[in-house]
C-alpha cells in the first residue's frame, strides 16, 4: 500500500469550460485501474424549461447554453424545428446560414488553438505569456479570430448570442455590397489562417493513438458544417468505410447515461465508445475539403486527405483545427463570392403536430437537437444532446491511455505533477464543452 | 516557463473573473476585445480568469481563494443556483475591493430563473433519470441577492464597448458612462427608422435598458428585451402598444419571460397581459401592412 495525498491539477482555460472539474485516477501499482472525469456545472434545465414555449423561441433560447457556439444551437434548433414543420430552408439562405457558421467556427477554433491550446506545447502558462514570447504569433491570432467576429457581427448583428437568426432564415439579409468588407478582411484571414497551420504543424506533438469509433455528419460533395447524414467509422482495425443511419434514429444508436459523477450525461454509439469534433470529420470528410485546407493539411503531415487519411494522435487535433479553419475561411469567401441577395429574408415555417430533429457540426462536434411540437406550434418535449456529453467517455479513455504510457516509460512512481499536466493535456485535445464545468482539475491519485 | 513580476512590486491593479451559473458568452466578451487585450494585460494583472489562465496556488477553487487577493476588480458572471455557489460568492465578495456583475445572469438569474415560476423537482425530473445526483436550489438569483454589488452590466450577453468603458472607467477613477435610458435613445443615436412607427412590428425597445447600440431594428427585428428593463419602464402603455401591434396575450407573457425573466420589474406583466383593452395606446397612426 503506497496512499498518495490528493494533488490538484492546474488546468489551463478550456474554452467553455467552467467552474471545477475533477478528474479521478485509480493506479493500482503500475496501472491504471479507473479514470472519471468528474463535471459537476450547475444544471440550468434547458429541455425542462423549453417546454411550453413557443416553435419560433428555441434558437434564441438555447443558443445560452453557449456563450462559444451560439450559431451552432441556433442553427441546429432552426434545423430541428423545420424539420418537425417539413419545411426546407435552402438555397441563398442555406448558403447565408453557412457563412455564419463559418464565422464562429473561425472564431472558435481560433481562440482555442491560441488562447487554450499552443501555451500546452510551448510550455508556457497562457497568451500572456505566448505574447511575451511570440507577440506576432498571438497578434496574427487575434486578428483570426477577429475576422470570424465579424462575419458573425456582419450577419449576426453581434459575435454572441447573434440576433438575425429566426426559423425560416433571417430577419434581414444582406446586401451583396455590404458583403465586400468581409471578403478583404478574408483574404488576409486565408493568409493568417494558412500561417497558422503552418505554426502548429511544427509543435512537438507526444506519441499517441486514439481508438474510438468516429461520429460525423457526412454530406458528399462538401466537408459538413451545417447539413448531412450521421456517419461513422470504427474504431482501428474496424472497417474504414463510414456506415450512416438517418437522424431520424440518431436516440436509438446514440444514447446517454447518468452517471453520480457527472451532471453531464454521457453517450454511446451503438454501446461503444466513440468520439465527435474536428478528427472525426477530418477521417469522414477530408475528401471534400477545399483544395487550399487540403494542400495545407498534406504540408503539415496530415497525410493526404483526398486519400482518406486519418489523423489518430489527438494531441494532433491542434492540427486539425488550424486546417479547419483554413476551411472556413475558403468557404465564407466562396459564398460571398457567388452571393446573390435571396428575395425574401426567410421561408414561412407554419407550426404543426410533430416531432422534428436537426444535427450540425459545431466547433467541437455534432449537436443534436430534437423537439415535439403541438399545433399550435407548442413545445411537448425538447432533448438535446452536446458534443462534449458524446466525447466524455473518449475523453476519460485517452487520459487513462496518456497516464498508462507514462507509467509504463517511469514505473509506478511516475511524478504526479508530469501526471496531472499530461492529463490536463489529454483533455484539453477536445476543446471540451461542458457549460459551467471545470477549469482546473483536482486530481485524486488513489494508489493500492 | 516565463513568469509575471511578483505581485508585491507589480504597480498594476489586479483583476479577476468569475463565473457562476452561465453560459461563458459575458467572459467570452473580454476575449473578444481583440484590439485591446494585449493593451488590457499591459494595464491589469489578470490573476483569475479560468478562460484565460491557470489558477494559481494548489487545491480546487475554494481552496485556491483562502488566503488569496484581495483582487481590485472583480468581474462576476452568471447566477446563484446551488448552496456552494451562495457560499463562494460570499468569499468572492470579501477578497474583491470592487465587484461588477456582468450579464443577465448576474444581474437578473437569467434564462435559468424560469425555475422560479415552476417546481424545480420536475424540471430536474425531466432532464436527469436519478435526481438524486443532482443538487440545486429551487431558484436562481442574481448575485446581487446575496451580497452589495458595486456595479451591474447589463445585457444577455454584454456589449463589448461598454465592457471596456467599465475597466476604462476603472483605471481612470472615474465613473463609467452606462446610462439606464431605454434603447430607443439609441435606435435614434443610430438613426434607425422606428421599426414599431413605421411597419408595426411590436419592440420591445422602448422599455428595455440601452447598451446594446440597438441591434435588432437595425435588422428589422423587434427587441427582445436581452438587457432587461430600463429604470422606471412603463409597462402598462408598453404591453397596452404590444396588442395593439398583434401580439397575444400568450406571446407577451413570453417575451418577458426569457433572459430577465425575474427582473422585479416584470412582476406585472402578467396581469397587464390579460387586462381587457379598455382604450387604444398613446400612439394612433395607422401602420401600413406589415412586411412578411
Redesign the interface.
Known amino acids: 500500500m503506497n496512499p498518495r495525498g490528493t494533488r490538484?491539477l492546474?488546468?489551463?482555460?478550456l474554452?467553455?469550460v467552467?467552474?471545477?472539474a475533477?478528474l479521478h485516477l485509480r493506479v493500482d501499482g503500475g496501472t491504471v485501474a479507473e479514470t472519471r472525469l468528474r463535471i459537476y456545472?450547475?444544471?440550468?434545465?434547458?429541455?425542462?424549461?423549453l417546454?411550453g414555449?413557443?416553435h419560433t423561441?428555441p434558437p434564441?433560447?438555447t443558443s445560452?447554453?453557449?456563450?462559444?457556439c451560439?450559431v451552432a444551437y441556433q442553427m441546429s434548433a432552426c434545423q430541428a424545428i423545420e424539420n418537425a414543420c417539413g419545411v426546407t430552408v435552402d438555397g441563398p439562405l442555406a448558403d447565408l446560414r453557412r457563412l455564419l457558421y463559418c464565422g464562429e467556427w473561425i472564431e472558435s477554433h481560433t481562440?482555442h488553438i491560441y488562447?487554450l491550446h499552443a501555451p500546452d506545447f510551448l510550455?508556457?502558462?497562457?497568451?500572456?505569456?505566448l505574447?511575451?514570447?511570440q507577440?506576432a504569433a498571438?497578434?496574427r491570432g487575434?486578428?483570426l479570430?477577429?475576422s470570424g467576429?465579424a462575419i458573425l457581427e456582419q450577419l449576426g448583428?453581434?459575435?454572441?448570442?447573434p440576433?438575425?437568426v429566426?426559423i425560416g432564415g433571417?430577419?434581414?439579409t444582406p446586401a451583396p455590397r455590404e458583403l465586400r468588407p468581409l471578403a478583404e478582411r478574408l483574404r488576409q484571414a486565408r493568409e493568417d489562417a494558412l500561417e497558422t497551420v503552418r505554426w502548429v504543424a511544427a509543435f512537438d506533438f507526444p506519441d499517441a493513438v486514439y481508438d474510438h469509433d468516429l461520429l460525423a455528419l457526412r454530406d458528399p460533395g462538401h466537408y459538413a458544417i451545417d447539413s448531412g447524414t450521421p456517419a461513422v467509422i470504427a474504431a482501428r482495425g474496424g472497417p474504414r468505410a463510414a456506415r450512416e443511419f438517418a437522424l431520424s434514429d440518431f436516440e436509438q444508436h446514440v444514447r446517454e447515461?447518468?452517471v453520480?459523477h457527472s451532471?453531464a450525461?454521457t453517450a454511446t454509439l451503438d454501446d461503444r465508445r466513440f468520439l465527435t469534433g474536428p478528427l472525426a470529420r477530418y477521417a469522414i470528410n477530408g475528401q471534400w475539403l477545399h483544395p487550399v485546407a487540403a494542400e495545407a493539411a498534406r504540408d503539415a503531415g496530415l497525410g493526404d486527405p483526398a486519400l482518406g487519411a486519418i489523423c489518430d494522435n489527438p494531441f494532433r487535433s491542434i492540427v486539425v483545427r488550424a486546417v479547419e479553419v483554413v476551411h472556413a475561411v475558403e468557404e465564407a469567401l466562396r459564398i460571398i463570392d457567388g452571393y446573390a441577395q435571396p428575395p425574401?429574408?426567410a421561408v414561412e415555417v407554419p407550426p404543426r403536430r410533430a416531432v422534428g430533429a436537426g444535427a450540425t457540426e459545431a466547433p467541437r462536434g455534432l449537436l443534436y437537437h430534437r423537439y415535439a411540437l403541438t399545433e399550435d406550434g407548442t413545445l411537448t418535449g425538447a432533448r438535446i444532446i452536446p458534443p462534449t456529453a458524446q466525447n466524455q467517455t473518449a475523453i476519460e479513455e485517452d487520459v487513462r491511455r496518456a497516464v498508462q504510457t507514462r507509467l509504463d516509460r517511469d514505473g509506478p512512481d511516475a511524478d504526479d505533477e508530469e501526471l496531472t499536466l499530461l492529463c490536463e493535456r489529454a483533455i484539453r485535445n477536445h476543446d471540451p464543452c461542458i457549460?459551467?464545468s471545470a477549469?482546473?482539475l483536482?486530481l485524486t491519485v488513489e494508489r493500492t | 516557463m516565463t513568469t509575471e513580476p511578483g505581485r508585491a512590486t507589480d504597480p498594476r491593479p489586479t483583476l479577476a473573473v468569475w463565473k457562476f451559473a452561465s453560459c461563458d458568452g459575458c467572459q467570452l466578451t473580454l476575449l473578444d476585445c481583440e484590439d485591446e487585450l494585449l493593451g488590457l494585460t499591459d494595464r491589469v494583472r489578470i490573476e483569475h480568469f479560468l478562460e484565460m489562465t491557470p489558477a494559481e496556488g494548489a487545491g480546487g477553487e475554494r481552496a485556491r481563494l483562502d488566503g488569496r487577493g484581495p483582487y481590485d476588480l472583480s468581474l462576476v458572471e452568471g447566477s446563484i443556483t446551488t448552496a456552494e455557489d451562495a457560499e463562494r460568492i460570499q468569499h468572492v465578495r470579501r477578497i474583491s475591493r470592487y465587484l461588477v456583475t456582468i450579464g443577465a445572469c448576474a444581474t437578473a438569474g437569467g434564462i435559468q430563473a424560469l425555475r422560479n415560476f415552476s417546481d424545480v423537482d420536475e424540471f430536474i425530473a425531466a432532464v436527469y433519470a436519478r435526481p438524486e445526483y443532482i443538487s440545486t436550489l429551487e431558484t436562481s438569483t442574481p448575485i446581487s441577492a446575496h451580497v452589495p454589488v458595486d456595479l451591474e452590466l447589463r445585457g444577455c450577453p454584454i456589449d463589448r464597448r461598454q465592457l471596456l468603458e467599465v475597466i476604462t472607467a476603472y483605471l481612470a477613477g472615474r465613473r463609467p458612462r452606462v446610462p439606464g435610458h431605454s434603447v430607443c435613445f439609441e435606435c435614434k443615436r443610430r438613426g434607425t427608422t422606428c421599426i414599431t412607427v413605421a411597419h408595426g412590428i411590436p419592440c420591445l425597445g422602448p422599455v428595455t435598458h440601452a447598451g446594446c447600440g440597438a441591434i435588432c431594428p437595425a435588422f428589422g427585428r423587434g427587441c427582445y428585451g436581452c438587457f432587461g428593463p430600463m429604470s422606471r419602464p412603463n409597462l402598462r402603455s408598453m404591453v397596452a402598444q404590444l396588442r395593439h401591434d398583434g401580439m397575444s396575450e400568450q406571446d407577451i407573457q413570453r417575451v418577458f419571460r426569457t433572459f430577465n425573466a425575474a427582473s422585479p420589474e416584470h412582476a406585472p406583466v402578467p396581469d397587464l397581459a390579460a387586462e381587457k383593452q379598455e382604450r387604444p395606446p398613446a400612439t394612433t397612426e395607422t401602420h401600413p401592412e406589415r412586411p412578411a
Do not use: M
Not at chain 1, 492546474?10 to 482555460?13: F, I, M, P
Not at chain 1, 456545472?41 to 424549461?49: H, I, V
Not at chain 1, 510550455?123 to 505569456?129: F, H, I
Open positions: 490538484v492546474r488546468l489551463d482555460a474554452a467553455r467552467e467552474g471545477e475533477a456545472e450547475p444544471p440550468r434545465f434547458f429541455e425542462a424549461l417546454s414555449r413557443g423561441e434564441d433560447i445560452r447554453i453557449c456563450g462559444i451560439p481562440l488562447l510550455g508556457l502558462a497562457d497568451v500572456v505569456g505574447a511575451r514570447d507577440r498571438v497578434e487575434l486578428r479570430k477577429q467576429n448583428g453581434r459575435p454572441i448570442h440576433v438575425n429566426r433571417f430577419y434581414r447515461r447518468q453520480p451532471t450525461l425574401r429574408p457549460s459551467c477549469h482546473f483536482d
